[in-house]
């Protein structure tokens, strides 16, 4: 099957680059890229796209049926600090989406789904360190509880009604093409725009909060990955741990100062403190890494390499 796909949600963080991806994957005229609004210039105007409300169902299938698509890669989500800001509209939206989607598979319109799913699923009852794939998970999080629904919801539809949909649980995606927005892992992005800018950052988490990370670039290939596997690879259909590096504040900010040795790092936790302390500190993935090959390849210094010299490149 020639993939023909759909990316609702392609103005965001990892939407946007998903897009580039694709469409380098796969050629520009099979890869509609969309969202609710024009906010991501670079997006809009690298190549097929449309104006989508995820939660208006009619208005999904209509853009479907126009262009004939296949995949779905459902991006579009309201994070963990928005979330606790707006409950219901969190819950709106990330349940409304994924069912709309999830119908269209069951009916047949669709053949394949890509949801993500999060770090978020897991609670404060959940082993911090190493968390494995299955273990206890009672969210505390608006935006957790409708991710845990939605891998329930995931795996019925697979089991039930055979629909393809596949799916990772990210960490916290450090990039530094599109910012992250409403995110409790967002500090690990801002940290490196206000070092070069500023050369302080505020951080809004306590110096040893350790939390998943993985830098964008691994986070594409594991989703390209899962994606272009086996149907019968795919054993787990709720969603896949999926881990990378771990790290503090204070290890991302010693790995800044070598690299800018003048940079400094203050600390004022708010309302994400409680969010990321209800999280695990690192991920146990070997499921993934058994049943579809996944391994990561950015370390914390690559990522600071990296981001370090794309946003000086950015900023001059
Ligand atoms: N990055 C997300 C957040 O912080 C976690 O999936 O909400």
């Keep these: 099957m020639t993939p023909k796909i759909l990316i609702i949600g392609a103005c965001g963080q990892i939407g946007s680059e998903l897009t580039f991806k694709l469409r380098q994957m796969y050629g520009d005229e099979n890869v509609i890229a969309s969202d609710i609004s024009y906010n991501n210039a670079e997006v809009v105007n690298s190549g097929l796209f449309e104006i989508l409300d995820a939660q208006n169902f009619t208005a999904l299938k209509v853009c479907i049926e126009k262009y004939n698509i296949n995949t779905v890669y459902l991006m579009a989500a309201m994070l963990s600090a928005t979330g606790e800001k707006f409950p219901l509209k969190a819950w709106d939206l990330n349940t409304q989406s994924l069912f709309h989607v999830l119908d269209l598979a069951k009916a047949g319109v669709i053949k394949k789904i890509f949801w993500p799913s999060s770090i978020a699923v897991f609670g404060p009852t959940t082993p911090k360190d190493q968390t ?165 390849k950015f370390s914390l210094d690559d990522i600071t390499k990296e981001m370090l010299s794309q946003l000086q490149a950015k900023y001059t």
Excluded at 135 to 154: F, L, N
């Design 132 to 296: 494995p794939q299955y273990t206890i998970m009672e969210p505390s999080t608006v935006y957790g509880i409708t991710k845990q629904v939605g891998e329930r919801w995931c795996e019925y539809y697979f089991n039930k009604y055979n629909v393809d949909v596949r799916s990772i649980r990210y960490p916290g995606i450090i990039s530094w093409k599109t910012l992250p927005g409403g995110g409790t892992t967002d500090y690990a992005v801002d940290i490196y725009h206000k070092a070069l800018q500023d050369g302080h950052y505020d951080c809004f988490l306590s110096e040893n909060t350790a939390l998943p990370m993985m830098f964008m670039d691994d986070a594409i290939e594991a989703t390209v990955n899962i994606m272009a596997a086996d149907k019968e690879a795919i054993k787990i259909r709720s969603s896949y741990n999926l881990s990378a590096v771990s790290f503090t504040p204070k290890e991302i900010a010693a790995s800044i100062q070598k690299y800018l040795p003048e940079f400094t790092i203050s600390y004022t936790p708010d309302f994400r403190q409680d969010i990321a302390d209800s999280w695990p500190k690192s991920i146990n993935d070997t499921p993934a890494r058994t049943d579809w090959n996944w391994d990561h």
